[in-house]
């Protein structure tokens, strides 16, 4: 089965390079494997260290080689991601801000962002042409809020919904993810 035949394979594309896809807690792992297996190298970001582990032992046990960076004093597991035949790097946040950027033909974001400032920081620190984020039952809320911001960065007046297949394609391409409007302004008050 390709991703583009599994169901429910449509996710929300929210700007040039960044989509939401709403899963169950318990489908992510499988989800991971198959894009492991079509990406010559992945980087999948956690909000925790715990989650990192937890991850990566999953992928590990799935039989698919996998480097885990969750100590922010070490910068040595990010380089040793480029250098190594390793496909898949599982860190967290705070070890790419630390650490970062790096690069990956796709970044896969186990939850959502905490909001859009640290969302914004995570694609300047993995450089990656798509980046998917889960959003879990428990994560829609902060989904919904981050999605009203991005709302209207479309790029080129492209569709809001594409196959995953169309996703997983795109990690060929040499464009980076960005969101157009990074920087907030906010009134001075007198």
Do not use: C
């Amino acid at each position: 089965m390709t991703l583009a035949e599994t169901p429910s394979s449509t996710v929300h594309r929210v700007h040039p390079g960044g989509f939401f896809w709403n899963v169950e807690r318990a489908e992510r792992a499988a989800h991971l494997v198959r894009f492991a297996a079509q990406t010559d190298k992945l980087a999948v970001v956690a909000n925790t260290a715990r989650e990192a582990v937890d991850y990566a032992e999953r992928l590990t046990l799935s039989g698919v080689p996998v480097l885990t960076a969750v100590d922010v004093s070490s910068p040595s597991a990010l380089s040793a991601y480029h250098d190594d035949s390793t496909n898949v790097l599982v860190t967290t946040h705070e070890v790419l801000l630390a650490h970062g950027p790096t690069t990956a033909p796709m970044t896969v974001h186990l939850r959502s962002a905490l909001s859009v400032r640290d969302y914004t920081k995570r694609l300047d620190a993995v450089q990656s042409p798509v980046h998917l984020s889960f959003v879990i039952p428990e994560d829609q809320k902060r989904a919904a809020s981050l999605l009203s911001h991005f709302g209207n960065d479309h790029g080129h007046g492209e569709p809001n919904a594409v196959p995953l297949g169309d996703v997983i394609d795109l990690t060929d391409g040499n464009e980076i993810a960005m969101v157009s409007h990074a920087r907030r302004r906010f009134p001075l008050g007198r």
